[in-house]
């Protein structure tokens, strides 16, 4: 189950920081990404970390996203800087490749 929160409503040029606890899989030994689904868009990629904490981002976010993870806590983070209007969107983590079963997502919605 991942499940993910820390999503609202804010002002853009505002930030959030989104959290997404994982439970039932091997956290530890999984690349992990976040991913997102504007309004009437398909879901797409925003960024990821790997099991040896390497991350990449789109080009989308890079320069206003980090990414970070804690194995302790089975926690993925997304720390979003600011914030665009076009960032509004459902955002979701799970496996690298989406391999697990996705959760709910959190809703980002930036106001202009």
């Known amino acids: 189950q991942l499940q993910a929160s820390g999503g609202g409503l804010v002002q853009a040029g505002g930030s959030l920081r989104l959290s997404c606890v994982a439970s039932?899989?091997?956290?530890?030994?999984?690349?992990m990404a976040w991913y997102r689904q504007a309004p009437g868009k398909q879901r797409e990629w925003v960024a990821s970390?790997?099991?040896?904490?390497?991350?990449d981002y789109a080009d989308s976010v890079k320069e206003r996203a980090t990414v970070s993870r804690d194995n302790a806590k089975n926690t993925i983070y997304l720390q979003m800087n600011s914030l665009k209007p076009e960032d509004t969107a459902v955002y979701y983590c799970n496996g690298l490749y989406g391999d697990y079963s996705w959760g709910q997502g959190t809703l980002v919605t930036v106001s202009s």
């Open positions: 970390i790997s099991i040896t904490g390497h991350t």
């Open positions: 039932g899989i091997l956290f530890s030994l999984n690349d």
